[in-house]
T-cell receptor, first 113, second 114 residues
Framework: GQQVMQIPQYQHVQEGEDFTTYCNSSTTLSNIQWYKQRPGGHPVFLIQLVKSGEVKKQKRLTFQFGEAKKNSSLHITATQTTDVGTYFCAGRESGGGADGLTFGKGTHLIIQP | EAGVAQSPRYKIIEKRQSVAFWCNPISGHATLYWYQQILGQGPKLLIQFQNNGVVDDSQLPKDRFSAERLKGVDSTLKIQPAKLEDSAVYLC????????????FGSGTQLSVL
């Protein structure tokens, strides 16, 4: 079945440093979504990418979808303590019948003030 | 707009006991999902409903897990009998049509099996 892998599993940064997490799928995706989960909370939707090579920005966050639609990345510029949490990518397999997302294991972002 | 409601928030049971979780999706949302999130991992889809019909239950351990959404609104997930490895957060999510939109998650039920 479809597998979605994320690296790194953990990332420690100093406040103000940049952060990047990478997502790779074993199969071609129809679209990819990113979610953020704060400690003790539930996943909250950040963004969806659909087109090959798509790049979207949300303030300090930049999301990219690979040309082959099998990988994606999330980059945060100048991290702040409010960015703490786990970032998940979740993909929908291209041509798949059901709508359910396959989530990666997430990247835990830890920020040291 | 009210979010996805789940109860209970926490549940502690002994292995071999049974347990049930309840979810009420956002009003008007046709698609409902149950995810299992083991500590340190991403959510894993257990079952997807479209209205009152099952779309995907390929990853549901059917020997012990069951779920229903009889009237196409709220849903119940049951585990009987529970095993130690079922300790996890059970997340319910919903979408309007199930056609590739974002998921709205509830706060989850944290299950501890002792």
């Amino acid at each position: 079945g479809q597998q979605v892998m994320q690296i790194p599993q953990y990332q420690h940064v100093q406040e103000g440093e940049d952060f990047t997490t990478y997502c790779n799928s074993s199969t071609t995706l129809s679209n990819i979504q990113w979610y953020k989960q704060r400690p003790g909370g539930h996943p909250v939707f950040l963004i969806q990418l659909v087109k090959s090579g798509e790049v979207k920005k949300q303030k300090r966050l930049t999301f990219q979808f690979g040309e082959a639609k099998k990988n994606s990345s999330l980059h945060i510029t100048a991290t702040q303590t409010t960015d703490v949490g786990t970032y998940f990518c979740a993909g929908r397999e291209s041509g798949g019948g059901a709508d359910g997302l396959t989530f990666g294991k997430g990247t835990h972002l830890i920020i040291q003030p | 707009e009210a979010g996805v409601a789940q109860s209970p928030r926490y549940k502690i049971i002994e292995k071999r006991q049974s347990v049930a979780f309840w979810c009420n999706p956002i009003s008007g949302h046709a698609t409902l999902y149950w995810y299992q999130q083991i500590l340190g991992q991403g959510p894993k889809l257990l079952i997807q409903f479209q209205n009152n019909g099952v779309v995907d239950d390929s990853q549901l351990p059917k020997d012990r897990f069951s779920a229903e959404r009889l009237k196409g609104v709220d849903s119940t997930l049951k585990i009987q009998p529970a095993k130690l490895e079922d300790s996890a957060v059970y997340l319910c999510a919903s979408t309007l049509t199930g056609q590739g939109e974002k998921l709205f998650f509830g706060s989850g039920t944290q299950l501890s099996v002792l």
